[in-house]
């Protein structure tokens, strides 16, 4: 059973440009949160998502920032007009349930490098 | 969100040595709490998760007080593989989102 996917497991862009990560959760799990993990900093959590719903997304930026989940394919958080503040690594989990009581199982990131 | 506040580090001991590492939360609501590892430049990994009456896996105990809103986590017999850094971590009140405190960076050394 395949675990948490993201890619791409880099990205490097410019200022200005748009980032787009993907986030394939674990076979059978229908929640997935990210999480960003700015240098030196602990992991924030951003958003939770199901199928095609935002659930919760006070820890999203107001501006800039967007994520879905959409019925087929994976989730995707999306960054435009990129900034060098927001250099980070970004982490995707995933959990069968909502995570009361189901651990979140976490993907290997996407590490986004702002020029 | 309220915060998970925890003692940096770093903590360097020998190989065999026992160390604990504490926490506190100020979200007196958060139900559910946790111990993950994170090694460098890798995802997050749980550990542990942490109930009031206390539990143990292997080396490995973890404590919740309540009251004080007081988490710990000790590690008897250290060995190499335990370096990394250990993250506290809480689950919000809506049972959502995980709050992580900063991380103890932890180095066994032989």
């Known amino acids: 059973n395949a675990g948490v996917m993201q890619n791409p497991r880099h990205l490097v862009r410019r200022r200005g440009q748009e980032a787009r990560l993907r986030c394939s959760p674990m076979?059978?799990?229908?929640?997935v949160y990210w999480y960003r993990q700015l240098p030196e900093e602990g992991l924030k959590f951003m958003v939770y998502?199901?199928?095609?719903?935002?659930?919760?997304e006070s820890g999203m930026p107001k501006e800039r920032f967007s994520a879905e989940f959409p019925k087929e394919g994976p989730s995707i958080l999306r960054i435009q007009q990129v900034v060098r503040g927001d250099s980070a690594a970004y982490f995707c989990a995933s959990s069968p349930d909502q995570s009361s009581y189901n651990e979140q199982f976490f993907g290997p990131g996407t590490r986004l490098t702002v020029l | 969100r309220k915060e998970v506040e925890q003692d940096p580090g770093p903590f360097n001991v020998p190989e065999g040595a026992t160390v604990a590492f504490n926490c506190t939360y100020s979200?007196?609501?958060?139900?559910?709490f946790f111990w993950y590892r994170q090694d460098c430049r890798k995802e997050p990994k749980l550990l542990m998760s942490v109930y009031s009456s206390g539990n143990e896996d292997g080396r490995f105990t973890a404590q919740l007080n309540r009251a004080s809103q007081y988490i710990s986590l000790l590690i008897r017999d250290s060995k190499l593989s335990d370096s990394a850094t250990y993250l506290c971590?809480?689950?919000?009140?809506?049972?959502?989102?995980?709050?992580f405190g900063k991380g103890t960076t932890l180095s066994v050394s032989s």
């Open positions: 971590v809480a689950l919000d009140q809506a049972g959502t989102a995980l709050i």
């Open positions: 076979k059978g799990h229908s929640h």
């Open positions: 998502l199901q199928k095609e719903n935002i659930i919760d």
């Open positions: 979200n007196s609501a958060s139900q559910s």
